[in-house]
C-alpha cells in the first residue's frame, strides 16, 4: 500500500507540471525548408505527450510537425513562427480576436465550429475514448459510466458528446486542460478522463504512469482533426495544397511513428485532405 500511494503522488506531482518529469521526448522533423521573412502566430496545445509538448528546447509532436511543415509552405521559416500556447476552450475565440493566424492543436472539424472558423483538413482521424486507472474493473466503454465521474477539458468536442449522451447518468467535470484531468484521474477525484484515444495514450504511456493508467480500448466516435482559420482567410487552399503534399511526401508518417507509435498506438491509413 505504501508503495502504491508512494506512486501515486509522484505520478500527481508530474500531472501538475508534466514538462518537469520524465517523459517519452516528443521529436521534431526540425526546420522547415522556408527562406522568407513572412511569420505566423500559430495555437498549439503544450500539455500532450507525442502531440504537442513543451519542453526545454520548444515545442515538440506530431501537431507541432503538422504546423511547422504547412508553415513552411506558406513561406514562413522555423525561427518566425510564435507558438502560442492556449486552451482547449480558447482555440475559437483565439482565431476570431486575432490572436493566432492558426490553430493546430487536435482541433476536431464540426459543423457548429466551422459557422465561425474555417477549417482544413482533415490530416488525421482519432477516436473518442476513456482513460481510467489501470486496477479499475468496473469501466469497460462508455456504456457503463453510470454514476461515474468523467473529466473533459472545457470547450472540446469530448465534453459536448459526454453531455450529449449521457447528462444524468454521469457527473462531467470540466477543467481548462486535458494534463488536470489526467492528474485529478490520478488522485482518485474523477473516475474516468474522456477524450481522443491518441492523445490518452500519450499521457498513459508516459514513464511515471506505468502501472498506474490504461486506455479502455473501445473508440466510440470519429474526430476528424483540422487545422483552423479565422473565417474567411485567403490562406485556405495554400493550406490545403501543404497538407496534401504533407501526406504524400511520407513526412505526415514519419512523424507519427517517431511521436506517437512509440506508445503502442497503432497508426492509422492518413485521411484524404478534402
Known amino acids: 500500500m505504501r508503495r502504491l500511494t508512494a506512486v501515486l503522488v509522484g505520478a500527481i506531482v508530474c500531472a501538475a507540471a508534466i514538462s518537469g518529469c520524465s517523459q517519452t521526448p516528443p521529436t521534431s522533423t526540425g526546420d522547415n ?12 496545445a503544450g500539455d500532450l505527450p507525442g502531440i504537442s509538448l513543451k519542453t526545454d528546447e520548444g ?44 490553430v493546430v492543436s487536435t482541433f476536431s472539424i464540426t459543423e457548429e465550429r466551422a459557422e465561425t472558423v474555417d477549417f ?6 482519432a477516436h473518442q475514448d476513456l482513460l481510467i ?18 473529466c473533459a477539458a472545457e470547450g472540446t468536442t469530448s465534453v459536448d458528446y459526454l453531455t450529449e ?4 447518468e454521469i457527473s462531467v467535470v470540466k477543467v ?4 488536470e484531468c489526467v492528474r485529478d484521474l490520478v488522485a482518485g477525484s474523477v473516475d474516468a478522463v474522456s477524450t481522443d484515444d491518441v492523445i490518452l495514450a500519450g499521457f498513459a504511456a508516459q514513464p511515471d504512469y506505468s502501472g498506474v493508467l490504461r486506455v479502455v480500448g473501445k473508440g466510440f466516435t470519429d474526430e476528424r482533426y483540422g487545422i483552423g482559420m479565422k473565417k474567411g482567410d485567403d490562406r485556405a487552399d495554400a493550406v490545403r495544397d501543404a497538407l496534401k503534399e504533407y501526406i504524400s511526401s511520407g513526412a505526415w508518417k514519419r512523424s507519427l511513428d ?3 507509435a512509440p506508445s503502442g498506438y497503432s497508426i492509422p491509413k492518413a485521411p484524404e485532405v478534402e
Open 33 to 44: 525548408e522556408a527562406s522568407g521573412d513572412g511569420s505566423l502566430t500559430i495555437g498549439v
Open 133 to 150: 486507472r489501470r486496477n479499475d474493473v468496473t469501466i469497460t466503454g462508455p456504456e457503463t459510466l453510470d454514476g461515474k465521474k468523467v
Open 120 to 125: 482544413v483538413g482533415p490530416y488525421f482521424v
Open 59 to 102: 515545442y515538440a509532436g506530431f501537431d507541432i510537425d503538422t504546423a511547422n511543415y504547412v508553415a513552411g509552405k506558406l513561406g514562413v521559416p522555423t525561427k518566425n513562427i510564435v507558438w502560442q500556447r492556449i486552451d482547449q476552450g480558447e482555440r475559437v475565440s483565439a482565431l476570431e480576436s486575432g490572436e493566432v493566424d492558426l
Open 176 to 179: 481548462p486542460t486535458w494534463s
Open 165 to 168: 449522451h449521457y447528462l444524468g
Open 258 to 260: 517517431a511521436n506517437v
